[in-house]
């Protein structure tokens, strides 16, 4: 596969989100899903402030044990600017997308975030773009509409010269058989390897991808391995492996296969710090000292080692002589 060239911008924001071209990433942008985490007896009664006060208290420790970290804009992302949680070495992704989605479970719509766009992402000085989207490869008319989002948040990218990370969250389009049900353990690879495949040709710099198996279906390691396989070459660019809820241990196991299998590092999430939220004070404290740091710096050995570089998808675009005077003229 030839190298796609990139800008220097875009060059640029891969380099301050990965280690050796590894994407080693803390992923804490949750926004409503965390309220219900913190009290779901009453999501209500958490507020903003308390979940800045948690993300704070959370990214600050764990930074410094991974090459970036992705933020909300809400809760999050210039709150850890000002106060230092996220420190200038450290790359930062930001969301641009609304929590959650638009029509019903089985046909859902990505809405993008009122009043944010990849330009002020851009201007508070993040290092790459995130955006999620629920996607089916097979949903017709939902899938175009997914698409034509993409390729609009693409271009805004290209303008602005940054790098998107694009996640997709795969569902079910059929309500009797749910994404949890065997029925849709049996469709999830190839669902999860089109998925690599339509969205990657649209030109993302960086796919975000769940396990494309499950795990409590299919217990074969063997067959772990064939999905991510397919996964890698069907995608025309990097993709990194998200934890959703699974375990740490269980997590940990899938970053060794989908590496090994050709996947580009890890954005990990609740497999890390899920258990701070239900302890508080020094226990807290502790906890993400020791093991959720832990935790992270043995996926990032697993991934550094296993992992296949960004590098071997992209280099930087040739240099004409001149070239600040054509630059700087695309910029204007």
Partial sequence: MAKRSLTPGKIRGLQATSTDGIFCILAFDHRDSLRGMLKPEKPEAVSDEDIVQFKEVVVRPLVTHVSAVLLDPIYG?????????VPGNIGLLVALEQTGYVGSSTAR???????????????????AVKLLIYYHPDAGEITDKQDALVKKVIEDCRSHDIPLFLEAVSYSRDAAHPKNSPEFAVLRPKILRDTAERLSQLGPDVLKLEFPVDILYA????DWRKACRAVSDASQVPWTLLSASVDYDTYRRQVIVACQEGASGFMAGR???KEAIDITGNDREEFLNS???RRLEEI???ALREGRPWSDFFEAEPLPENWYRQFGSKAR
């Fill in 271 to 273: 497999a890390i710090w």
């Fill in 219 to 222: 217990t074969k390691e063997a």
């Fill in 77 to 85: 992302a210039v709150q850890g600017i000002s106060s230092g949680a």
């Fill in 291 to 293: 093991e959720a740091s």
């Fill in 109 to 127: 719509v990505t809405a993008l975030l009122p009043n944010w766009s990849v330009s002020t992402i851009k201007k508070i000085g993040a290092s």
């Fill in 300 to 302: 990032k050995t697993i």
